[in-house]
């Protein structure tokens, strides 16, 4: 509980950018692959992008060229860059330690409207 804290989201036009950040423990973080998950209403739980200890990245298909996740071993956290927002994005974003263990960040709604 508590593990994992995200911030950023909220409310954007279509073509818009938004940042994502969630901070872990150094120890969780240290071990840990990071992700970024998101849940749109009636839909599933779905990976959008992840990076692990050292460094490789994996997006879904559908935001390729537009999201870039990063991670900063200095202070302990996983970014997500979001540019191009479409609405479609739209959804209830998580983030995701894994290596054994699998925390969940409390999630952070982003919605992208005109």
């Known amino acids: 509980q508590g593990q994992l804290v995200e911030s950023g989201g909220g409310l954007v036009q279509p073509g818009g950018s938004l940042r994502l950040s969630c901070a872990a423990s150094?120890?969780?973080?240290?071990?840990?692959?990071m992700g970024w998950y998101r849940q749109a209403p009636e839909k599933e739980r779905e990976l959008v992008a992840q990076?692990?200890?050292?460094?490789?990245?994996t997006y879904t298909d559908s935001v390729k060229g537009r999201f870039t996740i990063s991670r900063d071993n200095t202070k302990n956290t996983v970014s997500l860059q979001m540019n191009s927002l479409k609405t479609e994005d739209t959804a209830v974003y998580y983030c995701?330690?894994?290596?054994?263990?699998?925390?969940w960040g409390q999630g952070t709604q982003v919605t992208v409207s005109s």
């Open positions: 995701n330690a894994k290596n054994g263990w699998n925390l």
């Open positions: 150094k120890t969780i973080f240290s071990f840990s692959t």
């Open positions: 990076i692990t200890t050292g460094g490789m990245t």
